[in-house]
């Protein structure tokens, strides 16, 4: 865990911290570490292709989503101007993709420490992803107890970094944001947008950032509770 410059711990223990927002996807589950599982296991399947090795052909699928940040339509296209899999494949591909959510498995240390956390902050999570696909991945990781409330782009029709997801979650607990702080992985949506409001944020990164605008940087979300007041 790193206090990011400019910022006093003492300063920020002595915050009136009533709110925790997550983000989900590679904060609270290993979204990728699950996509990667399961595409690998899909092609090994089918371990009679011809062409390209299985690894490589893994490498370039697990590129092409870009961490879940690729739609189908994108991916699709990029499938097949790569020239990866045949139609037939590629549609079967498509159309199993989405159950490797079936792959997202209970973290007790994770889920240990949020049941903590419930005992002295309101927390929710806020999403960006289809609702369906969101709610089976809390189901799966078995975190949903633990969250009042669940703000996802798909249910909302806006998602991160649109300034008014952020607030819908504000409102709902009649908080004000330098009550509340955001802890997520990505700068561009969980970050940069939840400093703008004025919330404190926790940046979720496995590797050095540099400049980072987040209040803190942790390297896993189990170092959460060390920073909180
Ligand atoms: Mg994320």
């Not at 599982?37 to 390209?52: A, D, E, F, I, M």
């Not at 390297?219 to 060390?226: A, G, N």
Request: proline share 5%; net charge positive.
């Amino acid at each position: 865990m790193k206090w990011n410059a400019g910022l006093q711990p003492a300063t920020t223990r002595s915050i009136d911290m009533k709110l925790l927002l997550f983000d989900l996807d590679n904060t609270l589950i290993d979204r990728n570490g699950a996509f990667e599982y399961w595409v690998r296991r899909w092609l090994k399947k089918r371990s009679h292709l011809p062409g390209r090795p299985m690894q490589e052909l893994g490498d370039r699928l697990i590129m092409i989503d870009n961490g879940g940040h690729t739609d189908r339509i994108a991916f699709c296209r990029d499938v097949c101007v790569q020239q990866l899999l045949d139609r037939p494949l590629r549609t079967l591909f498509l159309k199993e993709m989405h159950t490797f959510t079936d792959s997202i498995l209970p973290d007790q240390t994770i889920n240990m420490m949020l049941r903590k956390l419930t005992q002295r902050f309101s927390m929710a999570i806020v999403s960006n992803g289809s609702q369906k696909m969101q709610r089976k991945k809390i189901y799966k990781a078995g975190i949903g107890p633990y969250f009042q409330h669940c703000f996802l782009s798909g249910e909302l029709g806006y998602a991160k970094p649109d300034l008014r997801i952020f607030k819908k979650a504000l409102a709902a607990y009649g908080c004000s944001p330098h009550q509340a702080m955001m802890i997520g992985d990505n700068l561009k949506t969980d970050i940069v947008p939840a400093r703008r409001l004025g919330m404190k944020t926790v940046l979720l990164s496995r590797t050095p950032v540099m400049n980072s605008p987040a209040d803190f940087t942790i390297e896993s979300i189990t170092q959460l509770e060390s920073i909180l007041p």
